[in-house]
């Protein structure tokens, strides 16, 4: 914006050095009016001096500031961050990437979030291992507790304040450093005035000029006390430099004119939308104004100036006006939040019983959480009690979930030694050729196995392994007693191997044609144990066939599977059944896993916008894994129909 008006203030600058003569003119013929003014005029004429005189000191102010913590050291803005769902092992990992990946000073936010949370969860964890040793009769005066994370996180924290305190360190010094260069050039400038040179003065000055301009920030306590007095020095030389009003002049034409261009720019901002580009903006004139024009003619400074200053006066009025409506807003969205963490702390789980009841509940919850995000942001002043309230509101529902769900680990338990006990027990027919009972022993183990529950997740894979191994040994031998291969066996072979051979040269078929097929190679017989790598062969043209179709993909898998599945039937064949029954729950079991997880996941990105990519990417895995759901009950439903 710095640069829009450029050209037209180029332009008019005569022009306005024109009219602001003439404004002085004017004012010499009105002195007379004015000494006729009123009392009171004068006091609205003093009382709106002092309103503009306000809004300089707050744009110098914000200078100081600036001057301080330069663009390098300033404190981003940062949104508050949810962290009630991190692990402390999550939480520590947080603090380590971004204590690595940013500069120290830009962090303080962040980390005072994450310090706050994982003190609140690491507290919990103190608490409830301190009640289990007093549980256990223990005496509170030796109870110890120690941690590799929170010895980690003592570590990173360390480190963080080390890096902290030294970049503070370091830029006090050089601030100091700063003022000191900044009192010698003053020193110099009073001496250059009071020791004047007409051959080399003016030489002088510019080259003191440029050493000022060239040293860094100040501390905020002295920007605007050493400017002044390097101002004012400025002036006296300028007034002074009566020696060579050559050069006197053509400095205060060219300091007009940059300053008058100031001001068109300055009077520009009023119409800019956004009031905090105007105020920065703002900013950056008066320090151009203070750091890199000089003087204009006595006659000229409080002309110019006023003018400034009135241009100022209207962007702060706006700036004001602005928050005080955000204010208004501010109250609003903080009763909308509020009203978020009233529905939560009513929020009732008593008759949560299962685990599907609290699944509902957790999305109910979260439809809530995601209404507290939507209700509004607003700035971490104000967003700090209302913010704690929530994260008590959620604190509480978290406690009952984590409740039922440690009772729910609990059960789990239970039934881990239970399947080790049916495990154990089909061990030890592993190699029994007493093949009727033990054939029936087998089969109601694997039914008792059906019904008992869910194990804990490490331990689930390592049983099935087990169990399925113990149970597929012992009906391998079952089955190898049985087939032995017979003459009528012998004749199923070769009829399905020349079948496959026909099989092999179609090319164009339909659905009606493949499911004829199908049938046809089940009406030839079972084949033996021994050659049943044929029905692999068959299955696998059959799935090409299958694939030429010009059908979707989920009635393809569907085909598929039903065509597997009804030739165990037809077979007989119940641990194959048995174990395609298992393995469609199972995969049943991890996409539900890989949903929660994911919409789970998607609770990190409440802030963030729906066109997001990252959020877009989320749901649609979400949406593909609840597609694969839906043919894995749908097989599951299929299976379940079959009578064996």
């Not at 890096?163 to 000191?180: C, F, G, I, P, T």
């Not at 920065?280 to 200053?309: A, Y």
């Not at 998607?602 to 593909?624: E, I, T």
Request: glycine share 2%; with cysteine.
């Amino acid at each position: 914006m710095l640069e829009n008006n450029e050209k037209n203030v180029d332009n008019s600058s005569k022009d306005d050095v024109k009219i602001i003569t003439d404004t002085l003119e004017n004012k010499k013929n009105e002195a007379a009016v004015e000494d006729l003014n009123t009392a009171k005029n004068k006091e609205v004429a003093n009382l709106e001096k002092d309103v503009a005189n306000d809004a300089v000191k707050e744009i110098e102010d914000s200078m100081a500031e600036d001057a301080e913590k330069n663009e390098g050291s300033k404190e981003e803005d940062s949104l508050v961050v949810d962290y009630s769902s991190y692990s402390l092992e999550q939480l520590v990992a947080d603090l380590k990437t971004t204590i690595a990946n940013n500069p120290v000073q830009k962090i303080k936010i962040k980390v005072d979030g994450l310090k706050s949370a994982f003190n609140q969860k690491f507290g919990a964890l103190l608490a409830e291992k301190k009640a289990a040793f007093l549980e256990e009769g223990g005496n509170s005066l030796d109870f110890q507790f120690t941690s590799p994370i929170k010895s980690e996180y003592n570590k990173l924290l360390s480190e963080y304040k080390k890096q902290r305190d030294a970049y503070y360190n370091d830029l006090e010094k050089q601030l100091s450093v700063n003022l000191e260069k900044r009192n010698a050039v003053i020193d110099q400038l009073k001496d250059l005035i009071e020791n004047a040179d007409t051959a080399t003065m003016y030489k002088s000055f510019k080259d003191l000029q440029d050493q000022w301009r060239a040293i860094g920030p100040v501390s905020k306590n002295h920007y605007n006390d050493t400017w002044k007095t390097y101002h004012h020095h400025v002036e006296r030389f300028y007034d002074l430099l009566h020696l060579s009003n050559d050069f006197r002049d053509l400095d205060f034409k060219h300091n007009l004119e940059e300053k008058l261009k100031i001001i068109l720019k300055a009077e520009a901002l009023e119409k800019e939308p956004d009031i905090n580009v105007a105020f920065k903006e703002l900013q950056e004139l008066h320090k151009i104004w203070k750091e890199d024009i000089g003087p204009v003619s006595q006659e000229m400074r409080e002309v110019v100036w006023e003018n400034f200053s009135a241009a100022t006066k209207k962007i702060h009025d706006k700036r004001h006006d602005h928050f005080r409506e955000m204010r208004s807003k501010y109250q609003e969205i903080i009763e909308n939040k509020l009203a978020v963490v009233a529905k939560l702390n009513a929020y009732d789980t008593s008759n949560n019983k299962v685990h599907n009841d609290w699944q509902k509940s957790i999305k109910e919850v979260e439809a809530l959480r995601q209404e507290y995000f939507n209700a509004g942001k607003l700035p971490y002043s104000k967003s700090e009690d209302v913010w704690q309230k929530f994260k008590s509101a959620t604190k509480k529902f978290n406690s009952a979930k984590n409740v039922f769900y440690k009772q729910e680990k609990s059960g789990q338990q239970e039934n881990l030694q239970k399947k080790i006990a049916l495990i154990e027990q089909a061990e030890s027919l592993r190699e029994s050729e007493d093949w009727e009972n033990a054939t029936n022993t087998l089969k109601k183990i694997q039914a008792d196995w059906k019904k008992i529950g869910h194990v804990p997740r490490k331990f689930s894979d390592d049983i099935w392994k087990r169990f399925k191994t113990a149970c597929n040994h012992y009906f391998d031998r079952y089955h190898d007693q049985k087939n032995s291969l017979n003459l009528e066996q012998q004749a199923v072979v070769e009829a399905k191997k020349e079948m496959l051979e026909t099989v092999k040269t179609i090319t164009d078929t339909t659905k009606e044609a493949v499911l004829v097929t199908i049938n046809n190679w089940r009406n030839l017989g079972a084949l033996p144990r021994n050659a049943r790598h044929l029905d692999g062969k068959f299955h696998k043209l059959i799935d090409r066939l299958l694939e030429t179709l010009d059908l979707d993909k989920q009635e393809v898998a569907m085909l598929k599977f039903t065509h597997v599945v009804d030739g165990y039937f037809a077979d007989k064949d119940v641990r194959k059944l048995d174990s395609e029954q298992l393995f469609v729950r199972k995969k049943m079991d991890e996409v539900v896993k890989e949903i929660q997880q994911l919409e789970n996941n998607l609770g990190f990105f409440s802030n963030a916008k729906d066109d997001n990519p990252l959020v877009l990417n989320v749901k649609n895995r979400v949406a593909a894994f609840k597609e694969d759901l839906a043919l894995w009950k749908q097989k599951l439903s299929y299976i379940k129909k079959l009578d064996y």
